[in-house]
């Protein structure tokens, strides 16, 4: 009786780790779209401050 709850509870940590491993690695999934979807509108961000009124790109090597 004794090894069959321990065996039991065995299993059932092994299928809980099993499931935190999938949460995490779609967690990261995640993530790493959010981060270039960031990285995208920072760079958008950027590319329309190098920009002046007439659509000229900013000199940004003299700018201190």
Do not use: P
């Amino acid at each position: 009786m004794e090894l069959q709850l321990i065996e039991l509870l065995i299993d059932t940590v092994e299928a809980l780790l099993h499931i935190v491993r999938q949460q995490n690695s779609q967690l990261s999934q995640l993530g790493a779209v959010a981060a270039e979807e960031q990285l995208q509108d920072i760079e958008a961000a950027y590319s329309a401050v190098l920009k002046n009124d007439s659509g000229k790109e900013v000199d940004t090597e003299n700018v201190d």
